[in-house]
């Protein structure tokens, strides 16, 4: 083997490891760190959360389909006054936005663990998870506006650094939707983290 050949190989070897390497990583979000760049709801899905006589609020959850989702999605439940889930393994599940279809969107529901694994992809690929709450009749005011049938959900990042969510009025329409001008979009000012309630316990995205 001639010096130049001696050379030439371990670069070329280190060359092909490192590309491996970087085809094994996780796909980074579109969004970045806050690791979605949007969500929708359509009116039924979220009524039919807010629709249970103990449902004061409704939790959403940044998450990933998939490990490689790059878009990230979000996922939502019901949450009673003390921050409990309203949540049974059957009929009461965790429900994720999926796609815009038909001017709706259809849910994925999920049992606890299979939301928690979801949720988990997103820290997988280096990303904040976070949780925010919206209050039932704020999100009413919302579905109530003119020519709302469902909202738009962002992320946006809260001066003390967390990330948050933003919720806009929408029109949803075949496969996509528009931000309805009025009323005012609302946002969760009291994310988790910073702030997860009486008891941290209710929130499956912390450790």
């Known amino acids: 083997m001639s010096p130049l050949h001696r050379v030439l190989l371990p670069f070329a070897f280190g060359l092909a490891s490192a590309l491996l390497v970087g085809c094994a990583s996780p796909p980074a979000s579109l969004a970045g760190e806050s690791g979605l760049v949007e969500a929708w709801f359509d009116a039924s899905s979220l009524n039919s959360l807010t629709a249970h006589g103990e449902c004061t609020h409704v939790r959403f959850y940044n998450a990933r389909r998939t490990a490689s989702d790059t878009r990230g999605t979000v996922i939502m439940i019901a949450a009673r006054a003390n921050g409990s889930p309203i949540y049974d393994g059957n009929g009461l599940k965790y429900r994720m936005h999926d796609r815009v279809s038909s001017g709706g969107t259809p849910m994925v529901l ?28 704020d999100i009413a ?26 919720m806009h009025p929408a029109k ?6 528009t931000i309805n001008p009025a009323p005012a979009p609302l946002l969760a000012s009291e994310p988790c983290p910073n702030y997860c309630g009486a008891d941290p316990a209710y929130y499956i995205h912390l450790p």
């Not at 694994?117 to 039932?136: L, S, T």
Request: net charge positive; hydrophobic share 45%.
């Open 141 to 166: 005011m919302l579905l109530g506006s003119a020519g709302c049938n469902g909202v738009r959900l962002v992320p946006e990042r809260l001066t003390a650094g967390f990330w948050t969510l933003r």
């Open 110 to 137: 999920l049992s606890a663990a299979e939301a928690k694994a979801r949720i988990k992809f997103v820290a997988d690929a280096g990303e904040k998870k976070y949780a925010a709450n919206f209050k039932k009749e």
């Open 172 to 177: 949803l329409s075949g496969t996509g939707g």
